[in-house]
């Protein structure tokens, strides 16, 4: 008859060790009868005797002592059999397939994945930028990174870090036309547009605690937003960006803030993934990396 329980060759094992089903019983958490219902299946099947009881002690029989060294062995590979299955769950390796904004994903998504990637040296990763929300599910994606998230209910979201617009302009722009004081004010100045999709976006702003939105008439109008931002820099004129866009020049001098006081709080970063029960290693290991590289806040205004 095929050995089909590991449990009672693990009871048996145990068992003679222990020279005791009491105290076998005792380490294992199971009842004393449970312990001699799998060593009675055992010897049952083996049609043998392999311990020998008594009302004081437990021994193994001629049988039970050849047995138990095959028992041992056994169970010893069942064991690295598990412990190398686990280890091979726990580290990460395969494709990671990345959908990431444009400018996010490359200024500071790219040098997270870049450490990621000469860290666990198994895992090779596919990288698309979009800033539209391609479906993950149906394009086979691990992990998107979004403004905003998503209202999929087959994603998970998780937040990763506050956003936010900022409106500024080169210092020598605000030296030759001024500051604006107000958003109505930006009529009176030169105005970097994005395009998204053919329509400028409009300019948003928190007014006596409303969301407001400024029209805006650039001369310019940009759909790359990093194209917009050099724009600025040059002092072409006043944009508004994502604050992750310009955190750099703003830190060195190149671009200044204005109407801080009606800024608003965005949609945050969000990590967006398929919901699953069980997240593989190389998509719980990157997303930790980023969570710890950014802890939450924006780091691109702390530079």
Same mark, same amino acid.
């Given at each position: 008859? %095929? ?13 003679? =060790? ?30 043998? $005797? ?9 021994? +193994? ?13 056994? +169970? ?16 990460? $390796?395969?494709?990671?397939?990345? =959908? ?52 999929d209910s087959r994603l998970v979201r998780r937040?990763?870090? %506050?956003?936010?617009?900022?409106t500024c302009a080169a210092p020598d722009y ?8 107000? %958003? ?43 194209? +917009? ?35 608003? %709080? ?38």
């Open positions: 008859m %095929p050995l089909d329980n590991l449990t009672d060759l693990l009871v048996f094992i145990r068992v003679a =060790d222990a020279c005791s089903f009491t105290l076998a019983a005792e380490r294992l958490g199971i009842s004393r009868s449970a312990a001699g219902k799998c060593v009675n299946r055992l010897e049952e099947r083996l049609a043998t $005797r392999l311990l020998q009881r008594t009302t004081r002690s437990v021994s +193994l029989t001629e049988d039970g002592a050849v047995f138990y060294e095959y028992a041992q062995r056994i +169970l010893s590979q069942a064991e690295e059999a598990e412990t190398a299955l686990n280890t091979r769950r726990q580290t990460p $390796r395969g494709r990671l397939r990345l =959908d990431l904004p444009v400018s996010l994903g490359r200024l500071h998504i790219l040098p997270i994945l870049r450490e990621f990637l000469a860290q666990w040296p198994e895992v090779d990763a596919d990288v698309s930028f979009s800033d539209e929300y391609s479906d993950l599910v149906r394009d086979g994606i691990d992990v998107a990174v979004r403004v905003g998230g998503s209202d937040v990763l870090a %506050p956003h936010r617009l900022i605000l030296a030759r036309h001024g500051t604006p004081a107000k %958003p109505e004010a930006l009529g009176e100045h030169e105005t970097l547009v994005f395009s998204h999709q053919g329509l400028p976006a409009p300019w948003r702003y928190l007014v006596n605690g409303q969301l407001h939105e400024q029209p805006v008439r650039g001369r310019m109008r940009f759909n790359n937003v990093e194209a +917009l931002r050099d724009a600025a820099v040059a002092g072409a004129g006043l944009c508004q960006v994502g604050a992750f866009l310009v955190g750099e020049q703003i830190a060195a001098g190149t671009l200044v803030p204005v109407l801080e006081r009606y800024c608003r %709080p965005g949609p945050p970063i969000c990590a967006v993934y398929p919901s699953r029960r069980h997240l593989s290693p190389k998509v719980k290991l990157f997303l930790a990396a980023i969570e710890r590289r950014w802890q939450g806040r924006a780091i691109w205004e702390t530079a």
